[in-house]
């Protein structure tokens, strides 16, 4: 069956630092694979997406930026985080078929 | 960008009671996807409907898409605590690779 994994689940992060989080899926290959961004008590945005290695599309220009170094292996990543950029990051993995989006355990980020 | 309007923001249920949350849209909608998400955690994939007029039941959730496809409801029968969380419905593009979620409707249940 497919997996999905994402770390950190939390992480508290100074104004200025550099960011990387991490997403991988298991049990699927060539996924098409999703980052969104939740602010509490909010929907969902979608910031990047991919559908295959190396390809990232961008939804918001914005203080991030994703890579896809392997199948199924995405990436998160700032130079320089904003207090802006706090919030609850979530991966997904879809077929972009029939089913749903299958979401990672997410990461709580909080900028100080 | 085509967004799906979702009412109410809030409900406040007591046990037992029904709830319905609606999902609207300005344009005809290939298909609409419900989603729960618990309070602290991720949202999970519930179902998708994809004819128009299309009714499915999970136990006590009922889906239906409107005979237009501009909308979408999700009801649940006789409410429980464990019914608390946020419900999204979302839109999947034609091509398929993109999902636009909706605001979501937060339901608290009061035992």
Redesign the interface.
Known sequence: SQTIHQWPATLVQPVGSPLSLECTVEGTSNP?L?W?RQAA????Q?LF?S?GIGQI?S?VPQNLSASRPQDRQFILSSKKLLLSDSGFY?CAW?D???????????TRLTVV | GQQVMQIPQYQHVQEGEDFTTYCNSSTTLSNI?W?KQRPG??????I?LVKSGEVKKQKRLTFQFGEAKKNSSLHITATQTTDVGTY?C?R?NT??????????T?LFVKA
């Open positions: 098409n999703y969104y008590g909010r929907g969902l979608l997406y559908v599309s939804e979530l879809g972009g078929r029939t089913y749903g989006y299958t979401f990672g355990s997410g | 996807q989603y955690g991720h949202p999970v994939f519930l998708q999204f979302a999947r091509g398929g690779f993109k999902t636009i979620f909706g605001a979501g937060r």
